[in-house]
């Protein structure tokens, strides 16, 4: 990740920590989402154990001097971890929890066992749990539309979301906001740097190729014109090859409209005109040779006479005696 990426991951994780549940059930489920062994690196974290647990013992009618504490860290550490001998807060009961209270669980869990990474391409948000829980928290997510891929990595349970729709639909969930809206604005911002630099390309490729194809166009007209075959292709062709060598740069519906002719009937003029020089010297098929075969069907078979299916269909006309296969000689009378 960039600079400005972690700025934003730690700017997301500290306005998490900042919320301040407004109902009782809600404090609970999210220090139980937090868990009683927490060990962070987080500041804000830490202030938010301390935070609800103060004000869950206010709710249970205990003193401010409760036993539980998060220990601050030692010289040289800087992690803070929860301590004391008091008994932790119970896990919620998911399946009749209302979803304030699952928002709640989910929002610590995030803070103590979830990261989440951003780059120019991807984006990754997982937890990690021990190996026995990884399952039921799986199917926690999945009863909310919301279902990770999950491995064991090390003899830990890790749950992994890449897409990033799930994983903005999860932040929302759990109540991010000010953060949440600009990682919006720069998927947006990416997606529409790349949907526009695939526009760019396919037209500029697009470009390439009608530049391409003009050239080659105008080229095969001034070779048939100086070779003097240019008046022996039909009328429509050569009009097609007239406004081409006039106008090089108009793309093929341009040439239909100034013509009056189909963008289809241009393309197939021009590719005859192409055709028509590559022909050239005797090679290729000639118009007048393609009119001898239709009107003299014993040449059309005498021309195709070198392969079996033309010697057969020669055969069926009568052009030629009876066929017999390679290696078959006539039985002698």
């Known amino acids: 990740m960039t600079s400005h990426e972690r700025d934003l991951v730690a700017a997301l994780r500290v306005e998490l920590s900042g919320i301040d549940p407004a109902r009782s059930c809600d404090r609970r489920a999210e220090m139980a989402g937090l868990g009683a062994a927490l060990t962070t690196r987080e500041p804000a974290v830490a202030r938010l154990a301390v935070r609800l647990e103060r004000e869950i013992e206010r709710d249970a009618g205990l003193s401010a001097d409760g036993e539980r504490r998060v220990?601050?860290?030692?010289?040289?550490?800087?992690?803070?971890?929860?301590?004391?001998?008091?008994?932790?807060?119970?896990?919620?009961?998911?399946?009749?929890?209302?979803d304030h209270c699952r928002a709640a669980y989910l929002r610590g869990l995030f803070l103590a066992r979830g990261s989440l990474s951003l780059s120019?391409?991807?984006?990754?948000?997982?937890?990690?749990?021990?190996?026995?829980?990884a399952g039921e928290l799986a199917g926690r997510l999945t009863s909310i539309g919301l279902?990770?891929?999950?491995?064991?990595?090390?003899?830990?349970?890790?749950?992994?979301?890449?897409?990033?729709?799930t994983i903005v639909t999860?932040?929302?969930?759990?109540?991010?906001?000010?953060?949440?809206?600009?990682?919006?604005?720069?998927?947006?911002?990416?997606?529409?740097?790349?949907?526009?630099?695939?526009?760019?390309?396919?037209?500029?490729?697009?470009?390439?190729?009608?530049?391409?194809?003009?050239?080659?166009?105008?080229?095969?007209?001034?070779?048939?014109?100086?070779?003097?075959?240019?008046?022996?292709?039909?009328?429509?062709?050569?009009?097609?090859?007239?406004?081409?060598?006039?106008?090089?740069?108009?793309?093929?519906?341009?040439?239909?409209?100034?013509?009056?002719?189909?963008?289809?009937?241009?393309?197939?003029?021009?590719?005859?005109?192409e055709t028509a020089a590559l022909h050239e010297d005797g090679e290729g098929p000639s118009r007048a040779g393609r009119a001898r075969r239709?009107?003299?069907?014993?040449?059309?078979?005498?021309?195709?006479?070198?392969?079996?299916?033309?010697?057969?269909?020669?055969?069926?006309?009568?052009?030629i005696g009876p066929y017999h296969p390679v290696g078959d000689p006539p039985a002698m009378a």
Do not use: C
């Open 120 to 133: 120019a391409s991807r984006a990754h948000l997982e937890f990690v749990v021990d190996g026995d829980r």
């Open 170 to 273: 999860f932040l929302r969930t759990i109540g991010a906001g000010p953060s949440l809206l600009e990682l919006e604005a720069r998927q947006v911002a990416r997606a529409l740097r790349g949907e526009l630099n695939r526009v760019i390309n396919a037209e500029s490729a697009n470009l390439h190729r009608a530049v391409a194809a003009s050239a080659r166009q105008v080229d095969a007209i001034v070779r048939l014109e100086s070779e003097g075959r240019l008046d022996d292709l039909p009328p429509g062709t050569r009009r097609v090859a007239d406004a081409r060598r006039a106008e090089p740069e108009a793309t093929l519906s341009e040439l239909a409209a100034e013509l009056g002719l189909h963008r289809s009937a241009v393309q197939r003029a021009l590719e005859r005109i």
């Open 71 to 98: 220990r601050p860290p030692a010289a040289g550490r800087r992690a803070y971890r929860m301590v004391g001998d008091a008994a932790p807060v119970p896990d919620i009961t998911w399946e009749s929890a209302p």
């Open 147 to 165: 279902p990770p891929a999950v491995r064991v990595r090390r003899g830990r349970g890790v749950l992994t979301w890449k897409s990033i729709e």
């Open 294 to 319: 239709r009107h003299d069907p014993s040449a059309s078979a005498r021309g195709r006479s070198g392969s079996p299916g033309g010697t057969r269909r020669a055969q069926r006309t009568g052009a």
